[in-house]
């Protein structure tokens, strides 16, 4: 008789899948709890001890890793010699294989885990088992995932036998789920030794969409969430209302995230394009999102929205008055999301703000690899800022350099920001020289420079920058400092009566 083990922690559908099995004349081999279900159940099942003739021990850490049920899983049924061996040893074959493993990932989730109830739920025999029974897929049948129970039990009923390309299907399944398990055990004991560099790079994400194309129609794509998800992400927010995703909406959407968690204040952030186009800070959210609309009123169209709180009736009745992807806020009261969700296409899209701080690295592929680094989210304090030149800024000078200043560390490099206390007035990004980005943020601020200040990412090389702006209306300068030459930026500062304060942090963005 052809034989099946059965050993799940997710019991789900497992009584039916069991049945369908047994219907096809397999008996079935099961341990624990999963066997305690199906005799509860009625079905007739053989126990591991009654196999191996072992008992199980050390609080169940030893029960399946026996020669009785690996060799039944490995022996090859096309090798005479393998055949010999296992009548030898009165070894019968184990034909299928129903396991799914410790909860360990919802185990180390828990935010009152020890150390000890996370290693009790990393799981030894279940990954064994499967392994064994995927390498000899020419043979075995083996299933990790309650979705494939309805597949293998189709195939049985129609040919009393699975198919040699299901069983190299659910072979190659096997192997990236124990994989994936094997690299949430590896992230969660390099942390606790706080290991920053490990030889080698594990990592594990699952599938959650996939995407029409990619950054360009002729290109494939997919969107995969960390194992462990983050709850302030693209990956977990939640979409109400709109057509699908792009890969360009939710690179797009994850950069506005970024920005929108720098302020604690009613703000709204306006992005196109990986760069924002304008932020507003204000009293309210239909506030903000008015400072942030009128920071550039021509870029936002088709742009991308992210306001850190709740969208209400006043404030959708002015976003509904432009062509927009996505709008993200923590909530939409009812009126608002009714006036916002007959367009049908608009993607509105809920996200927990709650907590914004993530410790996560950042992982860029490159071709051939992957870079690695800690996220950007230092904490710096505007009143200790050095101040390079012979005036200081005013009070409100101060407001508007910070505002700029958490502003130009999400403009992609050379990045320059002209602002005031609430509101982005010139956006200058991504050109070669800084000077060229200067001249590009001041232009687009023409004619609304009351109160604007000027804030590059990095230092500025040469003191034509300063001279620039000067002579365009800036008053106050925020920069990190740190070139040979910044005598000859705060020289030039000087000159023009132009406050300059050095951070001391860059802020590169490439």
């Known amino acids: 008789m052809t034989r099946a083990l059965i050993s799940v922690s997710d019991k789900t559908g497992?009584?039916?899948?069991t049945k369908g099995l047994i219907d096809a004349g397999i008996e079935i081999i099961s341990t624990g709890g999963t066997k305690k279900v199906l005799d509860d159940a009625g079905l007739s099942t053989l126990s591991i001890d009654e196999v191996t003739g072992f008992p199980e021990m050390m609080d169940g850490r030893v029960k399946t890793l026996h020669p009785k049920i690996h060799g039944g899983l490995l022996g090859r049924r096309d090798l005479a010699s393998h055949l010999e061996a296992m009548q030898a040893q009165d070894i019968l074959p184990?034909?299928?294989?129903?396991v799914n493993l410790y909860p360990f990932k919802e185990t180390i989730s828990k935010a009152d885990v020890t150390e000890a109830e996370?290693?009790?739920?990393?799981?030894?025999?279940?990954p064994s088992m499967l392994r064994s029974a995927a390498k000899n897929f020419a043979s075995v049948t083996v299933v990790v995932d309650p979705e494939d129970y309805s597949l293998v039990l189709a195939e049985m009923k129609s040919n009393q036998?699975?198919?040699?390309e299901t069983r190299k299907r659910l072979a190659a399944k096997v192997f990236r789920h124990t994989a994936a398990y094997d690299a949430l055990i590896a992230e969660y004991l390099t942390n606790r030794v706080e290991e920053l560099e490990p030889e080698k790079m594990t990592l594990t994400y699952e599938l959650k969409q996939t995407l029409r194309y990619g950054e360009n129609s002729h290109q494939t794509a997919a969107f995969y969430q960390n194992a462990r998800p983050?709850?302030?992400?693209?990956?977990?927010?939640?979409?109400?209302?709109?057509?699908e995703l792009s890969y360009n909406n939710i690179k797009d959407a994850d950069a506005a995230i970024r920005i929108a968690r720098e302020f604690s204040d009613p703000t709204v952030v306006a992005l196109k394009h990986m760069n924002p186009c304008g932020i507003g800070s204000g009293r309210t959210i239909a506030e903000a999102y008015q400072f942030a609309y009128e920071a550039d009123p021509t870029s936002i169209f088709g742009g991308i929205l992210v306001a850190n709180r709740e969208i209400?009736?006043?404030?959708?009745e002015e976003m509904h008055k432009l062509f927009l992807e996505i709008i993200i806020a923590p909530s939409f009261s009812k009126e608002a999301f009714d006036v916002l969700s007959s367009k049908k296409n608009l993607r509105l899209m809920t996200l927990d703000f709650s907590n914004t701080n993530s410790d996560q690295q950042e992982v860029v592929s490159v071709l051939g690899g992957l870079l690695v680094q800690e996220q950007d989210v230092v904490t710096e304090i505007p009143e200790e800022w050095e101040v390079a030149t012979d005036r200081k800024p005013?009070?409100?000078?101060?407001?508007?350099?910070?505002?700029?200043?958490?502003?130009?560390?999400?403009?992609?490099?050379?990045?320059i920001v002209v602002a005031n206390a609430h509101q982005t007035v010139g956006v200058g990004a991504g050109q070669m020289n800084r000077v060229g980005s200067v001249k590009i943020a001041l232009e687009e601020a023409k004619g609304r420079m009351e109160g604007a200040v000027l804030a590059s990412d990095a230092y500025f090389p040469m003191d034509d920058s300063v001279e620039y702006a000067a002579q365009h209306g800036i008053k106050a300068i925020v920069q990190p400092g740190g070139s040979i030459r910044d005598k000859d930026s705060i020289a030039m500062a000087n000159k023009y009566g132009v406050a300059m304060v050095f951070t001391g942090v860059r802020h590169f963005k490439h």
């Open 94 to 98: 184990i034909d299928f294989v129903c």
């Open 230 to 243: 983050v709850s302030y992400s693209i990956a977990s927010a939640e979409q109400l209302h709109g057509k």
């Open 312 to 316: 209400d009736l006043e404030t959708a």
């Open 118 to 126: 996370a290693i009790e739920n990393i799981d030894i025999g279940g």
């Open 394 to 415: 005013t009070d409100e000078e101060l407001k508007a350099l910070a505002f700029a200043w958490k502003a130009v560390k999400h403009v992609k490099s050379n990045a």
């Open 161 to 164: 036998a699975t198919t040699l």
């Open 14 to 17: 497992i009584v039916e899948f």
